[in-house]
Structures are given as structure tokens and as C-alpha cells.
């Protein structure tokens, strides 16, 4: 330790940090955006948003529950865009 008027002592820790600045952790929001933008991007899919009455959401909850078979909402909805909407006639 010097004093103020000791020229000769130097200083073992420099006045700044020396591990630098450190990066801030990300937020659990930025987690989950990173973890779908790499989803999506490893299985080729694009989000599409739709609203829809609450009445109409619960049938399908129902609906995939019951007779899903394990699928999720996505793939039950992607199977009856395909059969039904985009199917050629």
C-alpha cells in the first residue's frame, strides 16, 4: 500500500478491472426465442398465427386430446390443411 506523496511504491493491482467487461446473462425470453429461431430453422417451418374464438380453440384441444394420438395441435391442424383445404378436386 502507498501513500499519496510515495512516488517510488507502485501499485500491484492496476485501477481498472482486469477480467474486463462482462456480458449480461441473456433473459429466459431471449432463451426461448434462440431455442425456436434454431427449431424452426432445423425442421423448415415458418410460424402462422391465427385467432380464433375460444369456443372453437377448446373443441380442438378436445379433439387432439382425444383422438390425437400423441400429435401436437401443429400437426393435426398441417394434416387437415392438406386433406382438406389443399387437396385437388
Known amino acids: ?9 507502485i501499485d500491484l493491482l492496476p485501477d481498472y478491472d482486469l477480467a474486463g467487461e462482462r456480458p449480461r446473462k441473456p433473459t429466459s425470453k431471449e432463451l426461448a426465442a434462440e431455442r425456436a429461431r434454431r427449431y424452426k ?18 373443441e380442438v384441444d378436445a ?14 391442424i398441417e394434416k387437415l390443411i392438406r386433406t382438406q383445404l389443399l387437396r385437388v378436386r
Do not use: C, N, R
Open 1 to 9: 500500500m502507498s501513500t499519496a506523496t510515495d512516488t517510488k511504491t
Open 41 to 58: 430453422a432445423a425442421h423448415g417451418v415458418k410460424a402462422f398465427t391465427v385467432q380464433l374464438p375460444p369456443d372453437l380453440i377448446a
Open 63 to 76: 379433439f387432439v386430446k382425444l383422438k390425437g394420438k400423441g400429435k401436437t395441435k401443429s400437426q393435426v
